[in-house]
């Protein structure tokens, strides 16, 4: 049996704020969406869709979906413009872990957390490379745990 995820559905406090953090921020792309009854706006990114709702609901503190980027740069532009990093929930808002990885933490405008993955620290303008604090900073590591990797290999 194969399966993958095809979207990730979380909250707006304001339908339209939110699409438009999510096409600035990410260049999602707001598809046609089915009436359910209240404010929802289907976006796609790649080849998944993220699903907004509208709904006075508060996010909890870790809860977070993941997307990956060939650029940070951008993304980590668009983020500084809106003021949505997040350095709180993994004690910074730029966190390299094993493998070579960075992850980028942001709210968006209904305070659900959201980490952008890019591959290469190394990659990453010398301005924001210095601001990378590594996972084994925060929290020690066994061999084991150094050896994980975020992304399922093929």
Do not use: C
């Not at 949505?84 to 968006?108: I, K, M, S, T």
């Amino acid at each position: 049996m194969s399966s993958q995820i095809n979207h990730v559905s979380i909250n707006a406090l304001d339908l339209r704020e939110s699409v438009d953090f999510y096409v600035d921020l990410l260049g999602a792309e707001p598809i046609a969406t089915p009436n359910f009854g209240l404010p929802v706006q289907w976006l796609a990114l790649g080849r998944t869709q993220l699903h907004l709702f509208e709904k006075d609901m508060t996010p909890t503190s870790h809860h977070h979906l993941g997307i990956t980027v060939d650029d940070l740069e951008p993304v980590y532009r668009a983020a500084e413009r809106r003021d949505a990093f997040d350095r709180e929930a993994f004690g910074n808002h730029l966190v390299e872990l094993p493998g070579d990885l960075v992850q980028l933490y942001v709210r968006d405008p209904a305070g659900n957390l959201v980490e952008i993955d890019h591959r290469g620290v190394e990659r990453l303008p010398d301005d924001l490379r210095s601001q990378v604090r590594p996972l084994w900073g925060f929290n020690p590591q066994d061999d084991e745990q150094m050896s994980a990797r975020l992304f399922v290999p093929d």
